[in-house]
């Protein structure tokens, strides 16, 4: 969508019509909802259990990290039963990307260089519901904030009229956003044959802004967002101890889907991974209430 708003701007633009194609500029751009894509990018990296790496699209590259904690505060009944337990969870995101856009006409051809920065931080609250052995499953509202800055780098011919024309739209420009959702998020783990564990992990969460602040009034995103995560592991035990820690070794694999229109502003939609990991965890014969401490090294 951004290389149909640099083609809407082609042509060296004189000063006496600049104006004029500046706010044709910003209809086109709410028309597109402009906005909404470009929040693709601190989605990525504000939903738990989405790919914390690179991805590469058409003239695109993307690089993603987070920080996540959550927390499960079980509770049991007197006899040992699992009971509804509160969840807490926080995340810290943090996306990068970078996108190539060449447009114009005849000796008006130029090139720009987008460069999109985003941080964005994320609560969520909800009920860890014991449903079989082995399944939990948590639903939780969400509640967070992000910030997202977007600069270009013209070259070629009429450069600096074009670094005027998107001043705040593709170029000095800034959408801050405050949003709530709600996911789902279930915990699946069973030993499939002997001393080999399953533990499958899907997620679905959907945002919705309730407070946007712009720096041009074309990037106001309207509608909501959702994502959609899923990892799968197998493991097992290596018979290798430090102090109470058992370490597991295996395989994983996890994917994530970017859901709604706009959604594939960055050249994807869905990503996935596979990779091994080696995660320490506490012996179940630790007792109940200590919880299990995973620390997962993956890589591929």
């Excluded at 939903?47 to 927390?71: C, I, M, Q, W």
């Excluded at 783990?189 to 499958?200: G, N, Y």
Aim: include cysteine.
């Amino acid at each position: 969508m951004t290389l149909v708003l640099f083609a809407a701007g082609a042509g060296t633009p004189a000063s006496s019509y600049a104006q004029s194609l500046g706010e044709d500029l910003s209809d086109l751009a709410a028309f597109a909802n402009v906005g909404k894509g470009l929040g693709t990018l601190p989605l990525i990296s504000q939903t738990p259990g989405a790919e914390d790496a690179t991805f590469h699209g058409d003239n695109s590259e993307v690089k993603s990290s987070r920080f996540y904690l959550g927390h499960v505060f079980r509770r049991w009944d007197a006899e040992g039963n699992a009971l509804i337990s509160p969840y807490l969870e926080a995340t810290l995101g943090r996306s990068k990307a970078n996108q190539t856009e060449e447009f114009g006409i005849g000796s008006d051809f130029a090139r720009t260089d987008l460069r999109y920065r985003s941080r964005s931080y994320l609560l969520g609250i909800g009920a860890s519901i014991p449903a079989s052995p082995g399944l939990r499953i948590t639903p939780m509202v969400l509640a967070g904030r992000s910030r997202l800055k977007i600069n270009s780098t013209f070259t070629g011919e009429g450069a600096a009229g074009f670094d005027e024309l998107y001043d705040g739209l593709l170029n000095r420009a800034e959408i801050k956003s405050t949003f709530v959702g709600a996911a789902l998020k279930l915990d699946y783990r069973s030993m499939v044959i002997r001393d080999v564990w399953l533990t499958v992990t899907p997620r679905y969460n959907h945002y919705f802004s309730i407070s946007d602040e712009v720096t041009n009034r074309g990037l106001r995103p309207r509608g909501s967002a959702g994502v959609g995560t899923i990892r799968a592991e197998l493991e097992t035990p290596t018979r290798i101890y430090v102090g109470e820690r058992e370490f597991f070794v295996g395989v994983f694999g996890r994917g994530t889907a970017l859901v709604g229109r706009k959604s594939n502003q960055f050249g994807f939609q869905r990503v996935g991974e596979i990779g091994g990991l080696i995660s320490p965890r506490l012996s179940s014969r630790c007792g109940r209430g200590s919880g299990c401490l995973r620390i997962a090294d993956q890589g591929l």
